[in-house]
């Protein structure tokens, strides 16, 4: 299915609150139901459980603190939209389909070339990953996005009153179109096809550090909030971000060391919301709610409470 197709579909299912003069009172109206302070499970609390999985997800909707479950999501070879960090099956925590290990010195097997059905085969959750070493191991596979979202969904339902938030990161490169993944404008609007069929657009932020991302999304449907990612390199001032991407986006979501209370300011008079990544100590977590940011992203969204 060509992109431009999707795109126009996907418009189509969206017209109750996108259509004519509504699009722009939609994205206000939504506006107003995103948390005061958006506490987000970073892959879903990769300290605690495998990364990006649903039992991750499952364990952040637990946790009373956690608003928003932060994910990352890649394509496959047959176009399904997974929700995985890295755009290879990386040695460090996966395991093989016969539960050997991936040798550093094989060739890295890179999602976008592989068939959903031979990624599910391989552990993503067994093998004892020394970066966190608290996190509960068991066998666990590669979700889809539209599997995972059922489940926390259903999960939710269960567990809270209120419904769970998402942070959804389009993990595309700049010149690695065709590559490691497909077109950036069909990488977008196959993950906006999914959060629309699943009904979560309306508390679903779509995140990325490539600025083609985030200016497609906002030109192609605006009616969804978008967060650009800083990393801890840049040098630039809030309106020069600004100017660079055209408009000025829901949040800006910097590398947490980067954070000043006067780059909180300035976004804060653009109108920006702030939410720093990845915050794994108590101190700092609570030093940046002192700072007035609107949410913070952790691996251990255990210490949010």
């Known amino acids: 299915m060509k992109s431009s197709f999707l795109k126009f579909a996907i418009l189509g299912t969206l017209l109750p609150f996108v259509s004519c003069s509504a699009r722009k009172e939609s994205v206000k109206a939504n506006s107003d139901n995103f948390p005061k302070l958006s506490l987000e499970a970073h892959r879903g609390g990769r300290g605690l459980y495998p990364e990006e999985s649903i039992a991750a997800m499952k364990n952040a909707i637990d946790i009373e603190k956690v608003t928003t479950l932060e994910m990352d999501c890649h394509i496959t070879k047959d176009r399904k939209v997974i929700v995985f960090h890295d755009d290879y099956l990386n040695p460090q925590f996966v395991l093989k389909p016969n539960g050997a290990e991936i040798s550093e010195k094989e060739k890295p097997l890179k999602v976008y070339n592989m068939l959903y059905r031979d990624l599910i085969k391989y552990d993503i959750g067994s093998k004892f990953y020394k970066a966190f070493p608290q996190q509960k191991k068991q066998v666990t596979r590669i979700a889809k996005l539209s599997d995972l979202i059922d489940s926390t969904e259903a999960y939710a339902q269960h567990k809270r009153n209120a419904p769970i938030f998402y942070n959804i990161e389009v993990k ?24 629309t069929d699943k009904k979560i657009a309306t508390r679903t932020i779509i ?99």
């Open 207 to 305: 995140q990325s550090f490539d600025s083609r991302a985030i200016k497609y999304l906002h030109k192609a449907y605006p009616q969804i909030r978008v967060s650009y990612l800083i990393d801890g390199d840049e040098r630039k001032n809030v309106q020069q971000t600004i100017t660079e991407l055209g408009f000025t986006p829901y949040i800006i979501s910097p590398q947490y060391k980067i954070v000043t209370n006067d780059y909180i300011k300035q976004c804060h008079k653009a109108g920006i919301k702030v939410i720093p990544w990845t915050v794994n100590t108590k101190e700092e977590i609570e030093q940046l709610k002192t700072m007035k940011v609107d949410g913070i992203i952790s691996d251990y969204p255990n210490l949010f409470q």
């Open 172 to 195: 595309s490169k700049d010149g690695k179109d065709g590559i490691l993944h497909p077109r950036l404008e069909e990488f977008v609007d196959l993950i906006i096809q999914v959060i």
